[in-house]
């Protein structure tokens, strides 16, 4: 007992009580995939009387959820009569019938391997992390019908299928 300025207070001790619950947290991952790039493959100046075909790159990136199947597939562009072995750029200010440049894009540094338009059966599984590729490209020698001084272009579709 303690005594305070003629107060008396009785010490009591309260007894402490407590309830537990518990409780699940719950998620379902779901199949997803991203892509990055590529950029513009930028061949630069072309010669046709060059001993070498020109070369150039991009690259892009993939990441999708981990054991996902996935495929990368690029289209044959938009040059007229484009094939995925030989893809047309064009130009608008070369004279018709002179206004092709016959180019193709490859999975490897070798140019062995062109990149197809698959959407599936590609064989890529993920691993969860992201995935760099590089489109190589190349135009090759002797094509003296494209018109001089002008530029060409494509425009190539990437599709990423899951």
């Not at 790039?37 to 060059?50: R, V």
């Not at 289209?75 to 018709?96: E, F, H, N, Y």
């Not at 440049?101 to 890529?124: C, M, P, Q, R």
């Not at 190349?138 to 530029?151: F, H």
Request: overall charge neutral.
């Amino acid at each position: 007992m303690l005594c305070i300025a003629g107060l008396t207070l009785h010490g009591t001790r309260a007894n402490a009580a407590s309830a537990i619950a518990t409780f699940q947290v719950t998620a379902t991952v779901l199949t997803a995939c991203a892509v990055v790039g590529p950029g513009t493959l930028a061949f630069g100046s072309y010669t046709p009387s060059s001993d070498t075909p020109l070369a150039g790159s991009t690259s892009f990136t993939v990441v999708c959820t981990f054991g996902t199947p996935y495929s990368v597939g690029l289209s044959v562009g938009l040059g007229s009569g484009a094939t995925l072995t030989a893809r047309k750029m064009t130009s608008s200010s070369a004279p018709a019938g002179n206004n092709l440049l016959t180019y193709g894009l490859f999975k490897e540094s070798t140019f062995a391997t062109s990149w197809d338009n698959s959407v599936t059966g590609t064989g890529y599984v993920a691993n969860g992390v992201i995935q760099p590729y590089t489109i190589y490209g190349q135009i090759p020698i002797g094509q003296y019908n494209a018109g001089p001084g002008v530029n060409y272009a494509d425009t190539v579709t990437l599709t990423l299928t899951y």
